[in-house]
């Protein structure tokens, strides 16, 4: 039980050391930052621990770490290393490889986690009190990243992953500050596990490819969906489910997957360099159905038992907007929130609350919509720090008054131009949310293909996401909510869409990219879906205004909206970070704040050969 003092102020959250670390402060309950670890390292998915994040935290607020009364770590080390330990033994002797490889990191430095975390604060403080640090269970910190925020005073909790200690997926139920686990699903039976095997045998990178395996679906037929629900997975009515453990090796190898698993669907586990042929397409589409399947029937369960209205879900799999998109258009929930960094960044915001509200016993603060703030919860840039990072790169810039920066880059939108578009605080979670983005014209077919192969460097069947007016959005989509932090798919539209020819019907495989489906081409998906941000004026003032007049000139409140960065990179931090990916891409504009600058008048060759950037090919 923690100690109780009511002059508590601050509490700092961290999760770090399996991937996408990050820190986050709360002041009296309130989220005041949080920041991955990733977009200040530009490591991607960095798992180190978040010491630059907790800088800045620090510095941002003005406070040093003897001001902070509690640490809370996202998990329990100990139990995760029980787990392990446990699964080994159970696997004995297949898991021995693996165990040979695993117990010297564990022994050296995860088991002793407490030691580290305390040697890296005592970096910042030598004076640090190791009793102010605590540790919350890894699923009980995703429960409380989404239930709190949500501002709902009751409601259901799910949380879905790969795994945290033991748990891979739990139920609870959230009452004004009380959050009551009901159900547990425990390793090595994970949904968000058999997702990764998949997207391992597709191709793919386990815990950053899942989206493509997302995107790749809707070009494939879930021709394997019932191979996939008779061999690898007994699932119940109320989606419990048990996984085959013998078609995975992830309990105890070092990969997904086994030979069964390979031998079951008749083809090898495809290399990442290799064409994607329509075979992988077809059993993209299949798991992704059956993560469907099983996403509806834990939610309709609960739905049926519990008979509360709201739903809020966090986890890994949380993530996926698709079946995010099935939940919400079953209707059997009233509202649904979903926590923007459902991965494990925002299990640091869930640790810190966690501890505000169940060990501290203070009670919730509502207020009107979430307590996110929009996501944006990050660095920010004042004038003077913008041109102190980017005029010694010889940038050449203007600087505009807000309302002719507006309307200049609204027209540069409407000519086609790829407009790096940086402003105020970033976003935390994997979504760009309007202030780290790259924004274009969504009326144009080409833009999309453009800004995959030319600007992003990243796979060509990837879809991009509408930004849309919060107001118009019944107008464009089959969706009657609000999305802000792009985490729905909904479809476009029946009178948006175009009507397709016969021969356009018999389009196979990554050759349907080339369909002009409806008025906003670049981001409509080959299943007439997109992926939702709507766009509020309380939260994001400038960018609805940046919409607006792109509507005012098109008659479209829509813009596409892909995260600031490219392949393999973080999402851009720093206005250096953003100029340095504006010359290093074909992206025509980039704003920050409001400066404003046209890659046409940069010296583009002198400064890459002074800061030896590199072009993408």
């Given at each position: 039980?923690?100690?109780?003092?009511?002059?508590?102020?601050?509490?700092?959250?961290?999760?770090?050391?399996?991937?996408?670390?990050?820190?986050?402060?709360?002041?009296?309950?309130?989220?005041?930052?949080?920041?991955?670890?990733?977009?200040?390292?530009?490591?991607?998915?960095?798992?180190?621990?978040?010491?630059?994040?907790?800088?800045?935290?620090?510095?941002d607020s003005n406070i040093?770490?003897?001001?902070?009364?509690?640490?809370?770590?996202?998990?329990?080390?100990?139990?995760?290393?029980?787990?392990?330990?446990?699964?080994?033994?159970?696997?004995?002797?297949?898991?021995?490889?693996?165990?040979?490889?695993?117990?010297?990191?564990?022994?050296?430095?995860?088991?002793?986690?407490?030691?580290?975390?305390?040697?890296?604060?005592?970096?910042?403080?030598?004076?640090?009190?190791?009793?102010?640090?605590?540790?919350?269970?890894?699923?009980?910190?995703?429960?409380?990243?989404?239930?709190?925020?949500?501002?709902?005073?009751?409601?259901?909790?799910?949380?879905?992953?790969?795994?945290?200690?033991?748990?891979?997926?739990?139920?609870?139920?959230?009452?004004?500050?009380?959050?009551?686990?009901?159900?547990?699903?425990?390793?090595?039976?994970?949904?968000?596990?058999?997702?990764?095997?998949?997207?391992?045998?597709?191709?793919?990178?386990?815990?950053?490819g899942e989206y493509k395996?997302?995107?790749?679906?809707?070009?494939?037929?879930?021709?394997?969906?019932?191979?996939?629900?008779?061999?690898?997975?007994?699932?119940?009515?109320?989606?419990?489910?048990?996984?085959?453990?013998?078609?995975?090796?992830?309990?105890?190898?070092?990969?997904?997957?086994?030979?069964?698993?390979?031998?079951?669907?008749?083809?090898?586990?495809?290399?990442?360099?290799?064409?994607?042929?329509?075979?992988?397409?077809?059993?993209?589409?299949?798991?992704?159905?059956?993560?469907?399947?099983?996403?509806?029937?834990?939610?309709?369960?609960?739905?049926?038992?519990?008979?509360?209205?709201?739903?809020?879900?966090?986890?890994?799999?949380?993530?996926?907007?698709?079946?995010?998109?099935?939940?919400?258009?079953?209707?059997?929930?009233?509202?649904?929130?979903?926590?923007?960094?459902?991965?494990?960044?925002?299990?640091?915001?869930?640790?810190?609350?966690?501890?505000?509200?169940?060990?501290?016993?203070?009670?919730?603060?509502?207020?009107?919509?979430?307590?996110?703030?929009?996501?944006?919860?990050?660095?920010?840039?004042?004038?003077?720090?913008?041109?102190?990072?980017?005029?010694?790169?010889?940038?050449?810039?203007?600087?505009?008054?807000?309302?002719?920066?507006?309307?200049?880059?609204?027209?540069?939108?409407?000519?086609?131009?790829?407009?790096?578009?940086?402003?105020?605080?970033?976003?935390?979670?994997?979504?760009?949310?309007?202030?780290?983005?790259?924004?274009?014209?969504?009326?144009?077919?080409?833009?999309?293909?453009?800004?995959?192969?030319?600007?992003?460097?990243?796979?060509?069947?990837?879809?991009?996401?509408?930004?849309?007016?919060?107001?118009?959005?019944?107008?464009?989509?089959?969706?009657?909510?609000?999305?802000?932090?792009?985490?729905?798919?909904?479809?476009?539209n029946e009178n948006k869409?175009?009507?397709?020819?016969?021969?356009?019907?018999?389009?196979?495989?990554?050759?349907?990219?080339?369909?002009?489906?409806?008025?906003?081409?670049?981001?409509?998906?080959?299943?007439?879906?997109?992926?939702?941000?709507?766009?509020?004026?309380?939260?994001?003032?400038?960018?609805?205004?940046?919409?607006?007049?792109?509507?005012?000139?098109?008659?479209?409140?829509?813009?596409?909206?892909?995260?600031?960065?490219?392949?393999?990179?973080?999402?851009?931090?720093?206005?250096?970070?953003?100029?340095?990916?504006?010359?290093?891409?074909?992206?025509?504009?980039?704003?920050?704040?409001?400066?404003?600058?046209?890659?046409?008048?940069?010296?583009?060759?002198?400064?890459?050969?002074?800061?030896?950037?590199?072009?993408?090919?």
């Open positions: 039980m923690y100690i109780h003092y009511f002059n508590m102020s601050y509490i700092l959250g961290i999760s770090a050391y399996y991937h996408d670390s990050a820190a986050a402060l709360i002041k009296n309950g309130e989220i005041i930052s949080a920041v991955q670890e990733e977009r200040f390292t530009r490591k991607k998915n960095d798992s180190s621990f978040p010491i630059n994040s907790i800088k800045y935290i620090l510095r040093t770490i003897s001001e902070i009364d509690y640490i809370v770590f996202y998990d329990k080390p100990f139990l995760k290393f029980e787990r392990l330990l446990e699964t080994y033994l159970s696997f004995v002797p297949r898991g021995l490889l693996s165990f040979i490889v695993s117990m010297p990191l564990w022994l050296k430095e995860k088991l002793f986690l407490k030691r580290n975390i305390v040697s890296e604060l005592k970096l910042l403080d030598s004076n640090f009190n190791e009793k102010k640090l605590l540790f919350s269970e890894h699923h009980f910190s995703h429960a409380a990243s989404a239930f709190y925020p949500s501002n709902f005073k009751e409601a259901i909790v799910l949380v879905v992953d790969g795994v945290g200690e033991w748990v891979t997926s739990t139920i609870a139920i959230g009452k004004e500050s009380n959050i009551n686990v009901v159900k547990e699903i425990h390793f090595p039976h994970s949904l968000g596990l058999l997702y990764s095997a998949f997207t391992y045998y597709c191709g793919f990178k386990v815990n950053s395996l997302m995107g790749l679906a809707p070009y494939g037929k879930p021709a394997y969906e019932d191979i996939i629900l008779n061999n690898l997975i007994d699932l119940k009515d109320d989606g419990s489910f048990k996984l085959n453990q013998k078609y995975f090796s992830y309990a105890t190898d070092l990969k997904m997957i086994n030979n069964n698993f390979c031998k079951l669907f008749s083809m090898p586990t495809r290399k990442p360099d290799e064409e994607l042929t329509q075979f992988y397409m077809d059993i993209a589409a299949s798991i992704q159905s059956v993560t469907e399947t099983i996403m509806l029937k834990i939610t309709r369960h609960l739905a049926d038992t519990y008979k509360i209205e709201n739903l809020c879900l966090a986890g890994g799999v949380a993530l996926n907007c698709v079946a995010n998109g099935k939940i919400f258009k079953d209707k059997r929930f009233k509202n649904i929130w979903i926590q923007p960094a459902a991965g494990d960044s925002g299990g640091a915001i869930g640790a810190a609350l966690a501890a505000w509200h169940i060990e501290l016993k203070n009670p919730r603060v509502y207020t009107k919509g979430d307590s996110m703030k929009g996501s944006y919860l990050g660095p920010s840039f004042s004038d003077k720090q913008i041109e102190t990072e980017i005029s010694p790169l010889n940038a050449i810039y203007e600087i505009f008054e807000e309302k002719d920066l507006i309307q200049k880059v609204a027209k540069d939108l409407l000519n086609g131009k790829a407009v790096g578009w940086f402003q105020g605080k970033m976003e935390f979670g994997p979504r760009a949310l309007g202030n780290r983005s790259i924004l274009a014209n969504p009326l144009m077919p080409e833009i999309q293909s453009r800004l995959n192969l030319q600007i992003k460097n990243r796979e060509s069947f990837r879809p991009f996401a509408p930004s849309i007016l919060s107001e118009n959005v019944q107008e464009w989509f089959d969706f009657d909510d609000s999305s802000p932090y792009m985490l729905f798919v909904a479809n476009v869409l175009k009507k397709i020819s016969q021969d356009e019907k018999k389009i196979e495989g990554l050759n349907k990219l080339k369909i002009v489906r409806s008025e906003i081409p670049a981001v409509t998906h080959i299943d007439n879906s997109a992926r939702l941000q709507t766009v509020h004026k309380e939260t994001n003032h400038k960018y609805h205004s940046l919409i607006s007049a792109f509507n005012d000139l098109t008659g479209c409140p829509i813009l596409v909206n892909t995260s600031f960065n490219v392949r393999g990179e973080p999402i851009v931090c720093t206005p250096r970070d953003a100029f340095e990916c504006f010359i290093s891409t074909d992206m025509d504009i980039l704003v920050i704040n409001n400066f404003y600058l046209q890659k046409n008048k940069q010296q583009v060759k002198t400064i890459l050969n002074q800061k030896n950037f590199a072009l993408e090919d």
